[in-house]
């Protein structure tokens, strides 16, 4: 049975969804005002790799994550590079979905903008208003937090710190306007220039908080069965959505709440913050490093957990997928002499693993322990491969296996050429090789393997013959 660690409860919770055979989950995206950095990546990455599993489950995942794009920052940034909001956001959303792209995560279901959802936006804040849950002041609207009566609970926080908090970071103006100074805004009233849309209030903007509340339940129903986010957004932003919600719908807002963990960096363990320059962003990463590294780092540490991003760690990463790859190239390049038939014991083993591996998801994404299975399945078929003979629908169980399971991670793995011998220049190259080391000149027979590993060919010999692969 799947457990997940629902951060509402602080327990580990069987999972039991909504709708059979359906999962409908919701991830807090991005705002969108520059290129997304590492904290970004490791969400998306983590509940990316959650929604794979389980589509490996078999269920249908009902995913989505919506764009930030209106708010403070864009409008910053607007002003900065002399632009429009929307074209800050066009900008930011096209290299968002390349960049997530490059790392193998999946594009949502849905990827709803707040800008494209003013109407339902302003609908949901007049029925707060309208339940007494809001109020107008100058055109801004706030929500009235000590009126919903479980204010906090996401969060394990007392009203009453909450109020001192809260006195610290807003102005007299806006003290001024609320009735409270832990209300919230949900509609802010626009400034000067500022991009804006018409409202019973004026002419004004959403707040950051409400956008999430109508997207979510817009496409997944008053009730949905994840929501999901790192852990900075748990206060306020979560606690927000719930408040609002809930006291619009009177139905629960979503059964499980999973937080992932923080990314630090560096070997002191710092939190990746702009403030302390060691700001980081996927942009510039995968210009750096194999894109399927990053992903297969952050997809292999368990979502909960926080992530240090080291050189070091980067590197262990790179050298455990390697092992994979060869794994998975080992098999390829068995096909060809393949035998026909199947060997049992090799199938009991590959079982086992198969069921250590889901055990281990099973509980809370216990991705560490997924991945040893993966890596016992990668030696068992080196171990396989090695053999004088082998048969074809073992081979071809290991290789689909490997394949599938490291796909969880959302990790590709390919046997280069080794499925489809290489172009005849290639080749050529290789039976001259061949034919210098029958004829005992190694000196030919070492300058062509050189020569090959210049351009990227990398040549293996194996008791079935020599195999190649690119760098």
């Not at 999962?23 to 790799?49: E, L, Q």
């Not at 919903?148 to 103006?173: C, M, P, W």
């Not at 080992?330 to 002499?337: C, E, G, P, S, V």
Request: aromatic share 10%.
């Amino acid at each position: 049975m799947l457990t997940v660690f629902n951060t509402l409860t602080r327990q580990k919770e069987p999972f039991k969804p909504l709708t059979p055979g359906v999962v409908k989950m919701y991830v807090c995206g991005p705002t969108v005002y520059n290129y997304i950095h590492i904290g970004n990546a490791r969400s998306a990455i983590a509940f990316d790799t959650i929604r794979r599993y389980f589509e490996y489950l078999g269920y249908q995942v009902d995913y989505v994550s919506n764009f930030t794009d209106v708010d403070d920052k864009l409008i910053k940034r607007a002003a900065e590079d002399h632009t429009t909001v929307p074209k800050v956001a066009d900008r930011f959303i096209k290299a968002f979905m390349a960049d997530t792209a490059a790392v193998n995560i999946e594009p949502a279901t849905a990827h709803p903008r707040a800008s494209e959802n003013i109407p339902e936006i302003i609908d949901f804040v007049k029925t707060l208003i309208d339940k007494g849950y809001a109020y107008e002041a100058a055109g801004d609207v706030y929500y009235r937090t000590r009126k919903f009566k479980n204010y906090g609970q996401l969060s394990d926080q007392r009203i009453d710190d909450l109020e001192v908090g809260a006195s610290q970071h807003i102005t007299d103006e806006e003290t001024k306007r609320k009735e409270d100074p832990i209300d919230f805004a949900l509609w802010k009233a626009a400034k000067p220039g500022e991009i804006s849309w018409p409202s019973p209030w004026g002419a004004g903007r959403p707040g950051w908080h409400i956008e999430c509340s109508v997207m979510s339940t817009k496409y997944l129903g008053d009730t949905f069965d994840i929501h999901g986010g790192g852990q900075d957004l748990e206060f306020p932003h979560h606690e927000n959505e719930i408040a609002q919600s809930e006291a619009k719908t009177g139905k629960k807002f979503a059964n499980y709440w999973l937080h992932n963990g923080f990314v630090t960096v560096g070997d002191d363990n710092e939190k990746m913050s702009k403030s302390l320059g060691n700001f980081v962003t996927v942009h510039d990463i995968i210009k750096q490093i194999d894109p399927q590294v990053l992903r297969f780092f952050m997809a292999t540490t368990q979502y909960r957990r926080p992530i240090q991003y080291t050189q070091g760690n980067l590197d262990e990463a790179a050298n455990n997928l390697e092992k994979l790859q060869n794994a998975y190239r080992n098999l390829a390049f068995r096909l060809a002499d393949a035998q026909p038939g199947s060997d049992a014991q090799v199938a009991t083993e590959l079982q086992r693993l198969r069921d250590n591996f889901v055990t281990a998801m099973n509980d809370d994404f216990n991705v560490q322990n997924g991945i040893a299975a993966v890596y016992e399945l990668a030696k068992l078929a080196n171990v396989y491969a090695a053999n004088d003979h082998v048969q074809q629908v073992t081979v071809t169980q290991l290789k689909a296996t490997l394949a599938e399971l490291a796909s969880v991670f959302g990790v590709r793995l390919t046997s280069d050429d080794a499925d489809t011998l290489a172009d005849a220049d290639i080749q050529a190259l290789i039976d001259d090789r061949e034919a210098a080391r029958k004829a005992k000149d190694f000196a030919k027979a070492d300058q062509i393997r050189d020569d090959l590993k210049a351009q990227g060919i990398i040549l293996e010999d194996t008791p079935q013959g020599v195999r190649f692969r690119k760098e």
